[in-house]
């Protein structure tokens, strides 16, 4: 059996004990912090770069509302072109149309003269 210790020999193992425990509390409080502090770096550069696609984004949508509504116009003239075109089209028909009356008539009244 050992010797009891001595209480400067106590005393000297619960210092070192002591600062073996804060050492290693010390150490594990570190490296959780570093851990949160590189996690933090990272929320922080990604908020940054999805701010930076936010505005890119806004930007490209109001090229694509432009455009679209640019668009749209051309649509709605070409539409009212293609309307004047059938408009066109219908009254050349109802020109001919009597002109095929006219023409008719006219070999009629010429057969009832011959």
């Known amino acids: 059996m050992p010797p009891p210790p001595s209480p400067s020999d106590a005393a000297r193992q619960t210092a070192e004990a002591h600062a073996a425990v804060t050492a290693s509390l010390a150490s594990i409080g570190f490296s959780v912090d570093n851990e949160m502090r590189t996690r933090t770096a990272d929320l922080h550069a990604n908020a940054a770069a999805i701010s930076k696609q936010e505005q ?14 640019q668009w749209q116009k051309l ?13 066109v089209q219908n009254w050349a028909e109802m020109i001919e149309r009597d002109l095929l009356v006219l023409e008719e008539t006219m070999r009629a009244v010429e057969g009832e003269r011959g």
């Open 56 to 69: 890119e984004l806004v930007k490209q949508t109001a090229a694509l509302a432009k455009q679209s509504a």
């Open 75 to 87: 649509g709605d003239s070409t539409t009212k072109k293609l309307n004047e075109i059938g408009d």
